[in-house]
């Protein structure tokens, strides 16, 4: 099945510790991107990759890292989390940065 | 800035009661505009891309417009099961790695009461 996964689902954290959340697609697709959402903001862009080794900053990077040292995976990175990064975070793909995005499960992450 | 409004915020329908959402956007050049489906708790379904003024699609119940300004969902007769929040989003013409950035609105949370 074709699918965009993500782990972990649900994450409770403190303040400063280090966290990732993976990503993977299984349709070989070259654009992956990480949103977060929030309430009365909407979905808001935090990075994407055009392809392997080649990313690019969205709308709200800070605080967050990323890496695409393959092509199906593309983990989310916080360095030291902080509580205004409570949020539900999704991943998505596209077989180009032009077409439709497949959406992951998303991620509801809680820092305290 | 890319910039997009999405209106009413909610919406609340009976069961058969056509209607419309609006999408305005404000890009330097539009290269295509995106329709998503989102059910709670779960992520953004694809609905429908709109590339150039006049463009037109339809799937089900749900049909897109797009003008130089705007696009509107129109949902004819809709369902139960249509209740959902709606989600447009834009993808602009630009250079260098800016023209990959998808911009989204906030949304309209559709509810339709049988």
């Known amino acids: 099945e074709a699918q965009v996964t993500q782990n972990p689902r649900y994450l409770i954290t403190v303040t400063g510790k280090k966290l990732t959340v993976t990503c993977s697609q299984n349709?070989?697709?070259?654009?992956m991107s990480w949103y977060r959402q929030d309430p009365g903001l909407g979905l808001r862009q935090i990075y994407y990759s055009m392809n392997v080794e080649v990313t690019d900053k969205g709308d709200v990077p800070e605080g967050y890292k990323v890496s695409r040292k393959e092509k199906r995976n593309f983990p989310l990175i916080l360095e030291s989390p902080s509580p205004n990064q409570t949020s539900l975070y999704f991943c998505?793909?596209?077989?180009?940065?032009?077409?439709?995005?497949?959406f992951g499960p998303g991620t509801r992450l809680t820092v305290l | 800035e890319d910039q997009v409004t999405q209106s009413p915020e909610a919406l609340r329908l009976q069961e058969g009661e056509s209607s419309s959402l609006n999408c305005s956007y404000t890009v330097s050049g539009l290269r295509g505009l995106f329709w998503y489906r989102q059910d709670p708790g779960k992520g953004p379904e694809f609905l429908f891309t709109l590339y150039s003024a006049g463009e037109e699609k339809e799937k089900e119940r749900l049909k897109a417009t797009l003008t130089k300004k705007e696009s509107f969902l129109h949902i004819t007769a809709p369902k139960p099961e249509d209740s959902a929040t709606y989600l447009c989003a834009v993808q602009a013409l630009g250079s260098g790695g800016s023209n990959y950035k998808l911009t989204f609105g906030k949304g309209t949370l559709l509810t339709v009461n049988p």
């Open positions: 998505a793909s596209s077989p180009t940065p032009y077409s439709e995005q497949f």
């Open positions: 349709m070989n697709h070259e654009y």
